[in-house]
C-alpha cells in the first residue's frame, strides 16, 4: 500500500506544480485519501479479531479496497494508477476462484 501511495503523491506533487496549484492543498488531500484507506482497513482487521469475518475473506476484501483507492487516485491524480486498480482488481477475482477452483479439484 506504502507503494501505491507515495506513486499517487509523486504524481500528485508533479501535476501541482506544473499546473501551479497549492501542493500543501494537494498533499492535504492525498495524506487523506489514504488515510481513509488505512482506517477502512483497520475496521476490517478489527472485523477479522473478532471473527465476525474470516481471514480468507478479510484478504480479499483488503486488496478489493486497495484497488478501488487505486482507481480514485487515477481519476483524479494519474491514469497509470487506474491500470493499477483494474490489475489489482482482476488479481483478486482470479485469487478467488483459483482459491475455488482448486478445492473442488
Same mark, same amino acid.
Request: glycine share 4%; with cysteine; aromatic share 10%.
Given at each position: 500500500m %506504502?507503494?501505491y *501511495? #507515495? +506513486?499517487? %503523491?509523486w504524481r500528485?506533487l508533479q501535476?501541482?506544480n506544473?499546473?501551479?496549484q497549492?501542493?500543501a492543498?494537494?498533499l /492535504?488531500? =492525498?495524506l487523506?485519501h489514504?488515510g481513509?484507506l488505512?482506517v477502512?482497513l483497520?475496521v +476490517?482487521l478489527?472485523l =477479522?479479531r473478532? =471473527? $465476525? @469475518?474470516?481471514?480468507?475473506s *478479510?484478504?480479499?476484501f *483488503? +486488496?478489493? &479496497?486497495l #484497488?478501488?483507492?487505486?482507481?480514485? #487516485?487515477?481519476?483524479? /491524480? ?5 491500470? $493499477?486498480?483494474?490489475? %489489482?482488481m $482482476? &488479481?483478486? @477475482? *482470479?485469487? #478467488? ?8 479439484l
Amino acid at each position: 500500500m %506504502l507503494v501505491y *501511495a #507515495a +506513486l499517487s %503523491l509523486w504524481r500528485s506533487l508533479q501535476n501541482a506544480n506544473q499546473s501551479g496549484q497549492s501542493v500543501a492543498k494537494c498533499l /492535504v488531500r =492525498e495524506l487523506s485519501h489514504w488515510g481513509i484507506l488505512l482506517v477502512f482497513l483497520f475496521v +476490517l482487521l478489527l472485523l =477479522e479479531r473478532r =471473527e $465476525i @469475518v474470516n481471514r480468507d475473506s *478479510a484478504s480479499y476484501f *483488503a +486488496l478489493m &479496497m486497495l #484497488a478501488l483507492t487505486c482507481c480514485l #487516485a487515477g481519476v483524479h /491524480v494519474d491514469w497509470m494508477l487506474l491500470f $493499477i486498480g483494474v490489475f %489489482l482488481m $482482476i &488479481m483478486s @477475482v *482470479a485469487m #478467488a476462484m483459483l482459491e475455488q477452483y482448486s478445492v473442488v479439484l
